[in-house]
């Protein structure tokens, strides 16, 4: 049962563009949403992260847009930069359930100089 | 570096073995969890501690356990070791118990011969 998924194995996006990085999820229950990037030979690295109350949250270059209607959120990058090229997770969890995390599958991006 | 430290960074065994894996959250967090990425399962939540505790569990085999000790560090000890064993083991760090970002160490990498 894949609670969270990410269609899209792979995205290529061109520097200075803006990169869109998409992921559904079944469980309406879902009441935090994280994205992590990960290199590798490294751990996934914490991006950004979106309550169920919001449907948008902003950091820098980045911002995570949540449609909960659609059960449906989205990582903006903007712009894109050749070190982001990278694997990015979608992730999500129910405070009832604690804090234990649901992954996506990934999807690579990579950014072309 | 996210501040998880986790030991060792490889570790070839054979099958049949226990080997223990080890982590040390970030300064203050008080939350370890811990995760397994296959090539074909991705990141799977295994278990969580809270301050001592056992807080919440996944699709943690029998064979599988942990504990976190007063210091905080935990470590996950697998045994009667098989081929499919073999795998990325991630621990995480939080503040607390509740939507939290989680930090992640960079693995320990087991492979089972």
């Known amino acids: 049962d894949q609670q969270v998924k990410q269609n899209s194995p792979s995205l290529s996006v061109q520097e200075g563009r803006i990169s869109i990085l998409n992921c559904d999820y079944t469980?309406?229950?879902?009441?935090?949403f994280l994205w992590y990037k990960k290199y590798p030979a490294e751990g996934p690295t914490f991006l950004i992260s979106?309550?169920?109350?919001?449907d948008k949250n902003e950091d820098g270059r980045f911002t995570v847009f949540l449609n909960k209607s659609a059960k449906h959120l989205s990582l903006h990058i903007v712009p894109s930069q050749p070190g982001d090229s990278a694997v990015y997770f979608c992730?999500?969890?129910?405070?009832?359930?604690?804090?234990?995390?649901?992954f996506g599958a990934g999807t690579i991006l990579r950014v072309k100089s | 570096d996210s501040g998880v430290t986790q030991t060792p960074k490889h570790l070839i065994t054979a099958t049949g073995q226990r080997v223990t894996l080890r982590c040390s959250p970030r300064?203050?967090?008080?939350?370890v969890y811990w995760y397994q990425q296959s090539l074909d399962q991705g990141l799977q939540f295994l278990i969580q501690?809270?301050?001592?505790?056992?807080?919440a569990k996944g699709n943690i085999l029998e064979r599988f356990s942990a504990q976190q000790f007063p210091d905080l560090h935990s470590e996950l000890n697998l045994s009667s070791l098989e081929l499919g064993d073999s795998a990325l083991y991630f621990c995480?760090?939080?503040?607390?118990?509740?939507?939290?970002?989680?930090?992640f160490g960079d693995g320990t990498r087991l492979s089972i011969l």
């Open positions: 992730a999500a969890s129910v405070k009832e359930y604690g804090n234990k995390l649901v």
């Open positions: 469980n309406s229950m879902f009441d935090y």
């Open positions: 979106i309550s169920s109350i919001k």
């Open positions: 501690y809270y301050n001592g505790e056992e807080r």
């Open positions: 995480a760090s939080s503040r607390d118990n509740i939507n939290q970002p989680q930090h």
């Open positions: 300064s203050g967090d008080l939350s």
